[in-house]
């Protein structure tokens, strides 16, 4: 391990071999860092923080500190994070609450830009890219392999699935399915992700079946139980349409509509 002298480190924070602490860094007492994690200089690590391997935290994060929730404010939550995520400065990322499963979590393999926040109880999947100020709000879930633009915004208990991408200075107040390319002030679908699924590893008869679906379900003048019928009667068992029927199914807060 590698700690500056002028950190601050409880001696009874865990500390995986290879982990390297910048000056000035606060580490708490029930933070757990995994090998070859570097935390650069100014950041402060507390609560049940647990923080997987070959991360990099960027200067002046805050990760661990309580929910913003007056109500929850006390709860005592954790903040899980996986392996290999680019976390840069200023990000912060605070505990769950008792009005979930006290868990606030980050998969692996995620690109975190400057200034992004995550609230209480939110949870990020694997290999996503988050621009700069991304913010979401209280018990937001985002999916895997997902781009967000900078400034954009997503208000609490909404849902964004995978291969999903949001352009910059927009809001989402609704789900947002899989697949998806949105934008605007409250965001609205525009098609289907064709670049992003294509770097992803999706042929062209996937994405002609991706976009089968979009016509399906946001073109064809369907109110949405008959539309996503229509959608289910062309799945055959096939995982890209169940992707997109499960996540309609679950959705609590609706979808958002099309542009």
């Given at each position: 391990m590698q700690i500056h002298p002028t950190a601050l480190v409880d001696p009874h924070a865990k500390l995986a071999e290879?982990?390297?602490?910048?000056p000035y860094a606060v580490i708490g007492p029930e933070v757990e860092v995994g090998?070859?994690?570097?935390?650069?200089?100014?950041?402060?690590?507390?609560?049940?923080?647990?923080?997987?391997?070959?991360?990099?935290?960027?200067?002046?994060?805050?990760?661990?500190?309580?929910?913003?929730?007056?109500?929850?404010?006390?709860?005592?939550?954790?903040?899980?994070?996986g392996h290999d995520n680019d976390i840069r400065e200023f990000v912060s990322i605070h505990t769950g609450t008792s009005k979930e499963e006290y868990l606030t979590q980050i998969g692996?393999?995620?690109?975190?830009?400057?200034?992004?926040?995550?609230?209480?109880?939110?949870?990020?999947?694997?290999?996503?890219?988050?621009?700069?100020?991304?913010?979401?709000?209280?018990?937001?879930?985002?999916?895997?392999?997902?781009v967000t633009g900078g400034l954009s915004a997503y208000h609490q208990f909404t849902r964004v699935g995978d291969y999903a991408m949001i352009g910059g200075m927009s809001a989402?107040?609704?789900?947002?399915?899989?697949?998806?390319?949105?934008?605007?002030?409250?965001?609205?679908?525009y098609g289907i992700n064709v670049i992003g699924l294509k770097r992803q590893g999706f042929g062209n008869e996937e994405v002609e079946r991706i976009q089968e679906i979009y016509n399906t379900y946001f073109c064809s003048g369907l109110i949405p139980a008959k539309a996503l019928a229509a959608v289910e009667t062309l799945s055959n068992g096939s995982e890209i349409y169940h992707r997109f029927i499960d996540f309609v199914k679950s959705s609590k807060r609706g979808l958002i509509t099309r542009g």
């Open positions: 290879g982990v390297t602490i910048g090998k070859e994690t570097k935390i650069e200089n100014n950041v402060t690590l507390k609560g049940k923080t647990q923080i997987g391997e070959r991360n990099y935290i960027g200067s002046y994060s805050t990760i661990g500190f309580p929910a913003q929730d007056k109500a929850c404010r006390h709860d005592n939550g954790r903040v899980v994070i692996n393999h995620n690109q975190i830009f400057v200034y992004c926040h995550f609230a209480h109880d939110t949870s990020l999947g694997d290999h996503c890219m988050l621009a700069n100020n991304t913010t979401l709000g209280g018990h937001v879930k985002i999916g895997s392999h997902v989402m107040y609704q789900d947002v399915p899989p697949y998806l390319m949105c934008s605007g002030s409250r965001g609205k679908a």
